[in-house]
């Protein structure tokens, strides 16, 4: 207890009882971080890279000392890769010599996310850091950061030792540390290994050595001699255009980041599906769109949980197998998974409320997922204090001004910093963009026999429980173009159903509404002719509205963004345009 040792490369985190002063002495004085964030000019973001998160111990101890010190404004960026992480029961222990950041640890455990390959964002909103925890080997970590174009202030060199450890200490490891390095930024290591110390100078780092903690000789404290110099980060008026479920996550996290947000929507009243269903149509297969599936999931399924608590109905989704390709692909997710927390397996002895269920019924549970009331969910995002409505249809754009941006309405003329369109296929109507079609759906609502349906169930269609006790089952998909009811659509629905479940329901109800859908069913997110694009979110809006605006406003703020290169490249909002 209190001091953890890794199996695999038979080395301590660190020393017990001299772990956290240690990390104080390298890493936190090593960067001379108090100091530097007494200078950050207000709105200024800092970022700080790891290498190797293992126990979270150099996190929470910069946490620490980040809440005490923050200037108001300012913001963390804190960005670790592990290749081997600890689950939430081996970081408890491994800290419990530590009282004196039970805050920090208990802040941390509520957060951590599910051991799940790959890139996970976590917010600490109240204390103004953005953690993102890359759990991936090294050069594939750093490859694809390279993907936000943003950089570093400074580095936390703290794999095992080079001995036991070389994959995190190689010369490829320090040319991409460098790639991502200002003029300013700095490294520090417990580490004088003379492989290290010369990786940093063919790479751009000059360095020297200092004392060493406590009875350890030297350690290293380096500083970049690139010449690209930091960005400046100020907050901005923006416009976002279109206040559906993509709109207003945007609005809301832009919002929240201190940014002053005029959302423009055409119509008077909602005409939204009345819920979302938190579908977690997912893949096995190493790609970024299966990637960009994942990481929409956990992100999103969180957000809600955070944001949206009188709209969000964290009920789980049942997704039923036999229907389709999905069941298959997730069993292969299964296989690849280690942690089993994102959905397990179960039959109708799961939920013996349900007596509707077929007898032989297999399925998956994702405990984390449920239904959005949309209506609700999108006044509750844009109720932030930042973020004005105006009820006008944008009619143009120009951006021809280097400094500012404009946008028509048939009433006014507004200026702005940087504008988003979030208004779905109807931005081919003010921009130039090529690939996003509109398909029409339609959603019966049907009579409630008492099914005692807590869940959405999701086969071939889905049917789920929204506004108290009123049932939805859906949805159609086609060419359509018209906005009336189509009996035959309700009809289509209610046969999805009784293929499922054998139960003869009748409409009261339907609704209408159009996706933006493209060829690769991924939206189209980040900038285009000085504009900023966060369209074509499919069937999926409720899912992937929170992480693209997450993307899009680490994008505009310039800081490292939540996934990695392939999926922001898949992203390209130019890529139908050749
Ligand atoms: C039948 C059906 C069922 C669905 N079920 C689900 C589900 O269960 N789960 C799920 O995740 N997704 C579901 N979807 C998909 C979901 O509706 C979309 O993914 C989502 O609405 C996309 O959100 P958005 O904000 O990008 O676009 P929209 O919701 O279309 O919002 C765009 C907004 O922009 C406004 N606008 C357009 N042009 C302008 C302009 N020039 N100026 C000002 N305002 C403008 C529009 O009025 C609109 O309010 C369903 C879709 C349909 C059709
Ligand atoms: C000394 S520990 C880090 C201690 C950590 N900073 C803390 O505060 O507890 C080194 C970490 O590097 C991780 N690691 C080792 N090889 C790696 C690799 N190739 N890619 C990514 N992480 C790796 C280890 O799993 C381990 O957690």
Known sequence: MGEPVSQVFNDRYFYKNEGLEESSYVYLIGNKLKDRWGQLNENEIFSIGELGFGTGLNFLNTLKLWKENKKAGTK?????????????????????????????????ILKYPKLIRGFHRINFEKEDISLTLIFQDIDQSLY?????????????????????????????????????????????????????????????FNFFR????????????????????????????????????????????????????????????????????????LSHANTPYSRYLLQSFLFSTNYYLRNCNSSWNRTGVLVLEGFGSLSERLRKISKTLKDKELFREVDNNSFPELDFLKKDLKGFFFSDSGWLHTEKAIKQLLSHKNIRLINEEVLSLISNEPKFKK?????????????CLCNSYDAK????????????????????????????ICGKGYITPFDNSRLLIGSTYSEGQSEEIIEEDNKENLELIKEMFNLNLSAVNSYVGFRSTTKDHLPLLGEKEGFYLNLGHGSKGSISSPFCAEILCDVIDGCPIPTDKEVFLSLDPDRFNS
């Not at 174009?149 to 200490?169: C, Q, R, T, V, Y």
């Not at 991502?180 to 751009?204: G, I, P, Q, Y």
């Open 76 to 108: 963390l960026n804190y960005v670790s890769i592990e290749k081997f992480p600890l689950t939430k029961e081996d970081i408890k222990k491994s800290l419990s010599n530590y009282p004196s950041l039970k805050n920090e640890i208990d802040l941390l």
């Open 144 to 204: 694809d950061l390279e993907g936000s174009m943003s950089l570093f202030d400074a580095w936390f060199l703290d794999g095992f030792s080079p001995k036991e450890n070389n994959e995190m200490w190689t010369d490829d490891v320090f040319k991409n540390i460098a790639k991502l390095s200002h003029s300013e930024t700095t490294a520090s290591s417990f580490s004088v290994a003379s492989n290290v110390k010369d990786s940093l100078k063919r790479n751009n």
């Open 210 to 281: 200092s004392d060493g903690f406590k009875n350890k000789r030297h350690m290293l404290e380096a500083v970049s001699t690139n010449s690209i110099k930091k960005l400046s980060n100020k907050k901005k008026e923006i416009a976002v255009i279109g206040a559906g479920i993509s709109g207003a996550c945007l609005a809301n996290s832009l919002a929240k980041r201190g940014h002053k947000i005029t959302v423009f929507e055409k119509e008077e009243s909602s005409n939204n599906i009345p819920c979302f269903v938190g579908h977690p149509n």
């Open 407 to 419: 946008i028509a309405t048939f009433k006014n003329e507004y200026i702005f910093d940087e504008i």
């Open 429 to 456: 109507k003010i921009l130039g963009i090529q690939g996003v079609n509109k398909k029409r759906g339609q959603v019966t609502e049907v009579s409630n026999l008492d099914l005692n349906l807590n869940q959405p």
